[in-house]
């Protein structure tokens, strides 16, 4: 499975951004999907997942209530609705799969896109 992001950019704070991942290969509603970050010098951390069939999403603390996880199986898309953006939101954006079940370890993913880069700054 290849993952490719796209979407990101800058933004002004209290901004809106909607990040996309597109997964080639056959089989995408058989994997997990997730969205991790990473700014330089720290380690990925969990944003946000989904299930397979899109009916079960999780997400971290930070983003609660700003972000919204979704995916079209048909298009092999899954999805980052960012509002709200701050500062602290900048980073590195992953889009992630593992087969079955999601989890926010990201040691537990098997395939992983390259990234976008997300600005949030006026």
């Known amino acids: 499975v290849q993952l490719v992001e796209s979407g990101g950019g800058l933004v002004e704070p209290g901004g809106s951004l909607r990040l996309s991942c597109t997964a080639s290969g056959r089989s995408f509603s058989t994997y997990a999907m997730a969205w991790f970050r990473q700014v330089t010098g720290k380690g990925r951390e969990f944003v946000a997942s989904?299930?397979?069939?899109?009916?079960?999403?999780a997400y971290a603390d930070s983003v609660k209530s700003r972000f919204t996880i979704s995916r079209d199986n048909a298009e092999n898309t899954v999805y980052l609705q960012m509002n709200s953006l701050a500062p602290e939101d900048t980073a590195v954006y992953y889009c992630?799969?593992?087969?079955?079940?999601?989890?926010?370890?990201?040691?537990?993913?098997?395939?992983w896109g390259r990234g976008t880069q997300v600005t949030v700054s006026s």
């Open positions: 989904v299930s397979r069939d899109g009916t079960n999403t």
């Open positions: 992630a799969a593992r087969l079955l079940y999601f989890t926010k370890n990201p040691n537990d993913y098997t395939y």
